[in-house]
């Protein structure tokens, strides 16, 4: 270092330190560069990779959906069947063999079903041992069903649409 007033003593000092501190800002700028597009890129592989999981989530409905459109029998095929299963019996075969007719798939003609209708209402009127008051209530509903379900299957099935009703839980 020169003292005689070169100047000279400073660039040996400033130099040096001005090169350290702008290597060190360089380096923290570069650094930090790197840092925030490794975030955007680990951001970017957190929403493709959740993507893909909601794609699968999708797929997954569709093809429950699916089985439930191919599965699904409407209620009141349902409940007519229970109906005729409490209204079997061994000691009516003529009644027995137009319920079979009912279906799936509903086979009856005009003339059938009105002999199975008046059947049934002798069934509800019938005041035997043999014949319980579940049976007679059963025999008052099923032509009111058998309407209902002859409805239901002359419907187009794209005229239906399916709705999920949630219901509260029962307070125990």
Known sequence: ?????????????????ATLVGGAL?????????????????????????????VERVNDLERQLALVNQTIVPISAAFQAILVKEL???????????MVK????YSLTDEEERELIIALAERSREVSSLITESERDAA????????????ESSL?????????????????
């Open 26 to 54: 360089l380096t923290f700028f570069a650094s930090w560069f790197w840092w925030l597009k490794k975030g955007r890129q680990s951001d970017a592989e957190k929403l493709g990779r959740a993507a893909e999981v909601m």
């Open 1 to 17: 270092m020169e003292v005689n007033g070169s100047g000279a003593w400073w660039k040996a000092a400033v130099v040096p330190l």
């Open 156 to 172: 187009d099935s794209s005229a239906l649409r399916l709705k999920v009703v949630a219901l509260p839980r029962e307070q125990q």
């Open 140 to 151: 008052t509903m099923l032509p009111m069903v058998i309407k209902r379900v002859k409805t």
């Open 88 to 98: 079997t019996h061994f000691h009516t075969p003529v009644m027995d063999a137009l």
């Open 102 to 105: 009912l279906g799936p798939p």
